[in-house]
Nanobody
Framework: QVTLVESGGGLVRPGGSLRLSCEAS??????????MGWFRQAPGKEREVVAA????????NYADSVKGRFTISKDNAKNTVYLQMNSLKPEDTAVYYC????????????????WGRGTQVTVSS
């Protein structure tokens, strides 16, 4: 059983930055043995991948819409995965979810077995 808790969301102006954090925990959970992902879901839209990182952190994947603006990173010592978001746009507005699985099977929501409750990101002037 893995518990994921996101934080760092909020209201930001276009062009601004936010850093999301997701702290993971569990009784028999070893963070370094999990691949992690960030997804987002806007009202009326399907949940989509934003970024994903392998267990070792050696491979990173990004949605085309965020490449060059967002960075995913993983701190195994702190059991935390981050999403640094720069140059934010109104279309980045969504609830952002952290997800985990024992390996990176793919970039669909169905490829991840554990989920956080999400944090709202609103980009507006």
């Amino acid at each position: 059983q893995v518990t994921l808790v996101e934080s760092g969301g909020g209201l930001v102006r276009p062009g601004g930055s936010l850093r999301l954090s997701c702290e993971a925990s569990g009784r028999t959970f070893t963070f370094s043995q999990y691949a992690m992902g960030w997804f987002r879901q806007a009202p009326g839209k399907e949940r989509e991948v934003v970024a994903a990182i392998t267990r070792s952190g050696g491979s990173l994947n990004y949605a085309d819409s965020v490449k060059g603006r967002f960075t995913i990173s993983k701190d195994n010592a702190k059991n935390t995965v981050y999403l640094q978001m720069n140059s934010l746009k109104p279309e980045d507005t969504a609830v952002y979810y952290c997800a985990a699985d024992t390996r990176l099977r793919g970039l669909r929501a169905a490829d991840f077995g554990s989920w956080g409750r999400g944090t709202q990101v609103t980009v507006s002037s």
